[in-house]
């Protein structure tokens, strides 16, 4: 190791130490905020629960048409509202047309909505969603996830590390100019006390 070299690592650890508290604090950050991401997810991520729920409506009116459902499910909310889409062809009726439904049943799974099933009265239920296609939608999701935090985690750990060897100086920078500062304001307020002396 050359001298320079020995130099600049002996300031860099003064450096350090001298201001390790807010080079923690810096760490702590991006190791919350990696945490942080990880947990809004965390329940499809770690634990694999994708958080699925189930919502009917019952007597309505709706009209299949271009592999999409139209109606109102209430007074105020239209099907487009919560999603529309057919995922099998006419949301698995026979053709396309006008339908008086005794249920329409939406199923939630990480936070999306899709048409499930539409019951006909005095009839069958046509289903639009099979277990496969849910099964398949989940473990796509938790697959994306996974690669998107993943390359979100790298980023904040290389991100952290890349700015680590300047943190010190940054820190001890900041300080001289704070310290500067504090000397420029007491300067001033001795020359406006002498000021007001001499009047």
Same mark, same amino acid.
């Given at each position: 190791?050359?001298? &320079?070299?020995?130099?600049?690592?002996?300031?860099?650890?003064?450096?350090?130490?001298?201001?390790? &508290?807010?080079?923690?604090?810096?760490?702590?950050?991006?190791?919350?905020?990696?945490?942080?991401?990880?947990?809004?997810?965390?329940?499809?991520?770690?634990?694999?629960?994708?958080?699925?729920?189930?919502?009917?409506?019952?007597?309505?009116?709706?009209?299949?048409?271009?592999?999409?459902?139209?109606?109102?499910?209430?007074?105020?909310?239209?099907?487009?509202?919560?999603?529309?889409?057919?995922?099998?062809?006419?949301?698995?009726?026979?053709?396309?047309?006008?339908?008086?439904?005794?249920?329409?049943?939406?199923?939630?799974?990480?936070?999306?909505?899709?048409?499930? &099933?539409?019951?006909?009265?005095?009839?069958?239920?046509?289903?639009?969603?099979?277990?496969?296609?849910?099964?398949?939608?989940?473990?796509?999701?938790?697959?994306?996830?996974?690669?998107?935090?993943?390359?979100?985690?790298?980023?904040?750990?290389?991100? !952290?590390?890349? !700015?680590?060897?300047?943190?010190?100086?940054?820190?001890?920078?900041?300080?001289?100019?704070?310290?500067?500062?504090?000397?420029?304001?007491?300067?001033?307020?001795?020359?406006?006390?002498?000021?007001?002396?001499?009047?």
């Amino acid at each position: 190791m050359t001298d &320079k070299q020995f130099a600049f690592l002996q300031r860099f650890l003064f450096l350090f130490y001298r201001h390790k &508290k807010w080079i923690f604090i810096h760490w702590g950050i991006f190791g919350f905020l990696g945490l942080f991401l990880l947990l809004i997810e965390a329940n499809l991520i770690i634990f694999n629960d994708a958080g699925i729920k189930y919502a009917s409506y019952y007597d309505l009116t709706v009209e299949i048409k271009d592999n999409r459902v139209y109606g109102k499910l209430n007074q105020y909310i239209e099907v487009k509202h919560r999603n529309n889409h057919c995922y099998t062809a006419h949301c698995g009726f026979p053709n396309e047309g006008h339908y008086t439904l005794s249920e329409l049943q939406f199923i939630t799974v990480n936070g999306e909505d899709f048409i499930k &099933k539409m019951c006909v009265k005095n009839s069958a239920c046509y289903q639009n969603l099979f277990d496969e296609h849910i099964e398949a939608y989940v473990k796509k999701q938790r697959h994306y996830l996974i690669d998107e935090y993943g390359r979100i985690f790298w980023l904040l750990v290389l991100t !952290s590390f890349l !700015s680590f060897p300047f943190m010190p100086y940054q820190l001890e920078h900041a300080k001289q100019r704070y310290r500067k500062m504090q000397e420029d304001v007491e300067f001033i307020q001795v020359k406006i006390e002498e000021t007001t002396i001499e009047l």
